[in-house]
């Protein structure tokens, strides 16, 4: 049983810079797509970026530019790398492995990243 576990939200200043990492246990990360999620009360989970297992990555446009998904599978551990960061980008940010083959998807318990003066 894969299990994630999110870290490095904070309370960051516009303009401001933060790194989330993802590290998983119970599981080589090696087969999953990984992806890092968000979402804020009352709006749906948006994908912010997936890393396929042979690095194939996809943004959402609001964030292009500005973040950087990435992986090591030796550490079991995905990171998401936020620069330029706005009040919008404000969110509960998941993380998600999902195994394209056997259909299963799992999820951390979510970290919070706030943009405010």
């Known amino acids: 049983q894969l299990q994630l576990v999110e870290s490095g939200g904070d309370l960051v200043q516009p303009g401001g810079s933060l790194r989330l990492s993802c590290a998983a246990s119970?599981?080589?990360?090696?087969?999953?797509?990984m992806a890092w999620y968000r979402q804020v009360p009352g709006k749906q989970r948006e994908l912010v970026a997936d890393?396929?297992?042979?690095?194939?990555?996809n943004y959402v446009d609001s964030v292009t530019g500005r973040f950087t998904i990435s992986r090591d599978n030796a550490k079991n551990t995905v990171y998401l790398q936020m620069s330029s960061l706005k009040p919008e980008d404000t969110a509960v940010y998941y993380c998600?492995?999902?195994?394209?083959?056997?259909?299963?998807?799992?999820w951390g318990q979510g970290t919070q990243v706030t943009v405010s003066s």
């Open positions: 998600n492995a999902n195994n394209r083959v056997t259909l299963k998807n799992y």
């Open positions: 119970g599981s080589a990360l090696g087969i999953y797509v």
């Open positions: 890393i396929t297992s042979g690095g194939s990555i």
